[in-house]
């Protein structure tokens, strides 16, 4: 140690205590950053008379000396994260006089080299130490059979402490281990326990601390345990399994920590809560807790982090005055209403951050909230705030960092005071009413501003003026501009740190500037979506770490651009590229997930290297003039792929039978083409498909029953083809049960329409109003964590007239059988189909009475059984349909009067 002096005593020495002969008793040298190695030689091992080794937080290196049984007076030893690697010594189970034993190791630390327990094993180990109070091995790999290191720990009756996390055992906890009654802290977390949570556990009557997260609990959790009366802390965090709920609360005045995050705990919050009068930490996100949060919250005085996000929980936020010591507060992803404007924020003057998001708030944003001085986040985004943003705060005292209040409804022009808020890195704005002009100037003094995000306001961000102030940001690192209004490219070229940048929709014309693409060394989003691009200024080299580049709905003509090969994502749809696709395209896209060229003029035919992408999960080749053959190898070797949309182009030939048992795909949409033959048997194998669209080709097969056992499919259409014999399949059971659209028009289907093959249609009869409050679209989940989706798109007749469904509603169901040669009566077991939107029967031979029970349709738009044989009168329940905006029974044999509304 540099502060040793070697003329001076050592008994003065920093780190040493002597006893009364003036034998070194205690060596504390932790946090002393030494480094090197120790070996058996070290004079260490000298120190006979020594009681205390404290070694902790070091830079020491290589494996375990194995000299420390010769410091047989050790009753204290704190190796912790002191760099020792290898296997742990067997002569540490010869210090029977240990009562403390660290030898615990960061996981973040340990640089990769694992410190193990195998030879000895943790019995070995233990089984001398018959004295010890505290046993820590965090981070220590510990080589046991099954659970059996419960029953080596059982032996050691005096132990009070046992911290034991991340060490590889395996569950479950033996009650051999309530033999331990002096236990106060028992900490197993990081374990692959999968079991449930023992019940002896409530009775150890000194538990102050027991911390059991990401272990795999299962089964419920015994409540008890929140009732003992020593417990200060439980953390049972990231246990997804285990279930329970919070106990009636009686004076426990001990917890002062409790964590639930992560489970599936649930039920209410008890107005008890306030019985916990030292609770400084409440963390309960991502559970299933609901109903009100009790105002009795309020009252614990001595709470600083309170965390309910993502829950269930509804109607208003109690008043938080009394918990003067709040500093962070989440109770974001609820359903959580009412205003907020009354609380007097002015009371919680050691709030630094504040997460409302995605609730129904409402009302003024109080101007006390963004005038206090702790805050650093303040977080209101997805709520229904709106009128102007007031107040003016002390900006030169304000410590705000992050501000989001997004997707509100707040109007009027941006405050100035935001723009200087000097500490500010984070400023999102975007989906609001906001409106006014902002140029450069006037966000000069965000000097520390990395995220940017003004989208979608009524504001007008002028980009004609020089841009060198944003020279003085060389941290902006996210900058999204979309619909502000721009007319040009903002001169960013000094922003060397830019890795997204967004300026969708506005009206940008002329070309693409060449600087962009090497701006930065580190960019990895461009969008210019929605604009009036019409080329890129060469010459130009897009940067490799370009992930995503959308360049679709602007006026781009010609060749399509060099794609950029480390992309994961590019839509260069609706444009006016004419040239074909690149023969080496497949080259390009060894990362790329989703690909679109749709709705431009691409013509040739599909590149066989496109097989060579196989990370897509999305190819998007629709609306163009593309020809040949449908590769083979892009429908057997792809496994990934999950959508394949080829529609409206001029393919021929037939379908591959090449489907492979990997299949992924969801959807398959050919229609529009000029394909042949018949539906391939192995697109049996395709289990998850849910939208198959093989419409208007010349495939000439019989009702598809090989895929009676996809179960997920929910659109299937067949129209405008050569299928041809009856509808239905022998002893099928229940095929499809999800399906929603079902078009076989203008085909040659012939027979009876068979009950059963309707009755079978099991999500066409779901409608209830909870349903309509869960509308979703059918879509295709590219890559969630991007939030990367493929809305799935259809064309339904209706009304007379093709309507295109960009976006499927998942509860939109319709029939369409028209135009083929089917006879007999209408099954009367349509009238079960209760969600249906549009039933088109029109232009068969369909025959009998029209069945009284379509009445119960009440969901109905559009109603066609024109052109068939029906006969008798028209039923008076159809007078039920309010809905019916277009009914159409022409050129049948009905007869007698038309139902007279009442």
Not at 157 to 180: A, H, R, W, Y
Not at 238 to 267: I, R, Y
Not at 334 to 360: A, M, Q, V, Y
Request: net charge neutral.
């Amino acid at each position: 140690m540099r502060n040793w002096n070697q003329s001076t005593d050592c008994c003065s020495w920093g780190g040493i205590t002597c006893d009364q002969s003036g034998r070194v008793i205690i060596l504390d040298l932790s946090n002393q950053l030494i480094s090197g190695t120790i070996d058996n030689s070290s004079s260490l091992f000298n120190l006979q008379h020594l009681q205390q080794l404290n070694l902790a937080y070091n830079t020491l290196s290589f494996s375990f000396p194995c000299g420390f049984d010769k410091l047989s007076n050790l009753s204290y030893l704190n190796l912790s994260n002191a760099g020792f690697t290898g296997k742990v010594p067997a002569e540490i189970s010869r210090l029977t006089n240990l009562i403390t034993l660290d030898l615990s190791v960061n996981l973040f630390l340990r640089d990769g080299r694992p410190l193990k327990l195998e030879k000895p094993n943790l019995k070995m180990l233990v089984e001398n130490l018959t004295r010890l109070r505290s046993l820590h091995l965090d981070g220590v790999k510990i080589s046991a059979r099954g659970n059996e290191w419960c029953k080596w720990l059982s032996s050691l009756t005096n132990l009070e402490e046992l911290s034991m996390s991340n060490c590889n055992l395996s569950g479950p906890i033996e009650d051999s281990l309530q033999k331990l009654k002096n236990l106060s802290i028992i900490h197993l977390d990081g374990n692959n326990l999968s079991a449930v949570v023992p019940a002896f556990l409530a009775h150890l009557p000194n538990l102050t601390s027991l911390r059991l997260s990401a272990c795999g609990l299962h089964g419920q959790f015994p409540r008890e345990i929140l009732q003992v009366r020593m417990l200060q802390s439980l953390d049972v965090l990231d246990n997804e399994k285990l279930q329970g709920s919070l106990p009636e609360f009686h004076h426990n005045g001990s917890l002062q920590n409790l964590v639930l995050s992560g489970t599936n705990f649930s039920g209410s919050l008890p107005q008890s809560i306030d019985k916990l009068v030292n609770l400084t930490r409440l963390a309960l996100s991502s559970c299933n807790f609901s109903g009100a949060i009790p105002s009795s919250v309020s009252s614990l005085q001595q709470l600083v982090y309170l965390d309910l996000s993502s829950n269930n929980f509804t109607g208003q936020i109690p008043c938080f005055d009394l918990s003067k010591n709040l500093a962070h507060v989440d109770l974001s992803y609820n359903k959580l209403s009412g205003k907020i404007e009354s609380f007097k924020w002015e009371d919680l003057p050691n709030l630094t951050h504040i997460d409302l998001r995605f609730n129904s708030l409402n009302g003024n944003i109080p101007s006390s909230l963004l005038a206090l001085p702790s805050p650093k986040r303040v977080l209101l985004s997805n709520n229904q705030f709106d009128g102007e943003v007031t107040g003016v705060p002390k900006v030169r005292e304000s410590l705000l960092d992050t501000l989001d209040l997004s997707y509100n409804q707040l109007q009027g022009p941006i405050p100035a005071y935001v723009f200087e808020l000097s500490r500010l890195s984070v400023l999102v704005l975007s989906s609001n009413n906001f409106n006014g002009t902002i140029r450069p100037r006037d966000i000069r003094k965000l000097v520390n501003l990395t995220y940017l995000d003004l989208s979608h306001n009524n504001l007008s961000v002028i980009a004609t003026e020089s841009y060198s102030v944003l020279s003085s940001f060389p941290k902006i690192t996210t900058l999204k501009l979309a619909s502000c209004k721009l007319n040009v490219f903002p001169d960013l070229k000094n922003q060397s740190r830019l890795t997204y940048l967004d300026l969708s929709q506005n009206k940008i014309s002329g070309e693409v500037p060449n600087w962009i693409w090497s701006v930065s060394d580190d960019l990895l989003h461009l969008n210019f979506s929605f604009n009036q691009l019409e080329g890129l200024q060469k010459p130009y080299q897009i940067t490799p770490s370009l992930s995503v580049l959308d360049l679709h709905f602007n006026r781009l003509s010609g060749h399509i651009p060099t794609l950029p090969v480390s992309a994961i994502y590019l839509d260069f749809s609706s444009n006016n590229f004419t040239s074909s696709l690149p023969s080496n395209i497949g080259n390009y896209l060894s990362y790329t997930i989703f690909f679109s060229v749709s709705s431009n003029g691409l013509t040739g035919a599909i590149p066989k290297s496109i097989c060579e992408a196989v990370n897509l999960r999305v190819l998007d080749l629709p609306k163009n003039s593309l020809s040949g053959a449908i590769p083979k190898c892009l429908i057997g070797q792809m496994d990934l792929l999950g959508v394949l949309n080829l529609r409206g182009n001029h393919l021929s030939g037939e379908i591959p039978n090449a489907f492979s048992r990997k299949c992924s795909i969801e959807t398959l949409d050919v229609n529009g083409n000029e394909l042949t033959g018949k539906i391939p048997i192995s697109l049996g194998r395709c289990r998850k498909l849910e939208v198959l669209n093989l419409g208007n080709n010349h495939i000439n097969d019989t009702y598809p029953c090989h895929l009676k056992s996809i179960t997920n499919l929910r659109i299937l259409v067949l129209r405008s083809n050569k299928f041809h014999g009856g509808i239905g399949c022998p002893a099928d059971k229940r095929p499809w049960p999800k399906l929603q659209i079902v078009d076989f028009a203008h085909n040659s289907f012939n027979g009876k329409l068979p009950n059963k093959f309707v009755a079978r249609w099991k999500a066409m009869e779901v409608y209830d109003d909870e349903a309509q409050l869960n509308v979703k679209h059918l879509r295709f989940e590219v890559r969630r964590l991007a939030r990367i989706y493929y809305l799935d798109g259809i064309t339904v007749t209706s009304k007379g007239l093709q309507m295109e469904l960009v976006k499927i509603l998942t509860i939109f169901t319709s029939i369409d059988l028209s135009c083929n040669n089917l006879e007999g009566p209408i099954p009367d077991v349509i009238g079960k189909l209760k969600a249906l939107y549009f039933l088109n029967l029109s232009h068969n031979a369909l025959s009998g009475k029209i069945p009284p029970s379509l009445g119960n349709l009440q969901q109905l738009e559009s109603l066609d059984l024109s052109c068939n044989n029906l006969s008798d009168s028209i039923p008076q329940q159809l007078l039920k349909l309010t809905f019916l905006a277009v009914l159409n029974l022409s050129h049948n044999q009905l007869e007698g009067r038309i139902p007279d509304g009442k």
